[in-house]
């Protein structure tokens, strides 16, 4: 079965740089679009980043783009996303999504990232 297991998350000061990490597992990992959500306290869902994982195409939100980059891994089946220039406003949960658009849409269990 599908599988989406993110790491990497914490505390960090503003300014400060994390990695976050979502291992994929239970499906052909390289036909499909991964993408990176986050969610902060009282506020809606936002799509951050998104990578094809066949071309490697990227996308990124404004409210990111020059700080965040996503990556993968296809030998390991992980995507990444580095988080540079951290703001307190990028606090808040962070989730990998296998196709957040389509009927098959796979959500991991998340990965907490504050910014003090």
């Known amino acids: 079965h599908v599988q989406l297991v993110e790491s990497g998350g914490g505390s960090v000061q503003a300014g400060g740089s994390l990695r976050l990490s979502c291992a994929a597992s239970g499906y052909t990992y390289n036909r499909n679009c991964m993408a990176w959500f986050r969610q902060a306290p009282g506020k809606e869902r936002e799509g951050v980043a998104r990578i094809a994982t066949g071309s490697g195409n990227t996308y990124y939100a404004d409210s990111v783009k020059g700080r965040f980059t996503i990556s993968q891994d296809n030998a390991k089946n992980t995507v990444y996303l580095q988080l540079n220039s951290l703001k307190v406003t990028d606090t808040g949960m962070y989730y990998c999504?296998?196709?957040?658009?389509?009927?098959?849409?796979?959500w991991g269990q998340g990965t907490q990232v504050t910014v003090s």
């Open positions: 999504v296998r196709d957040p658009y389509s009927d098959y849409a796979w």
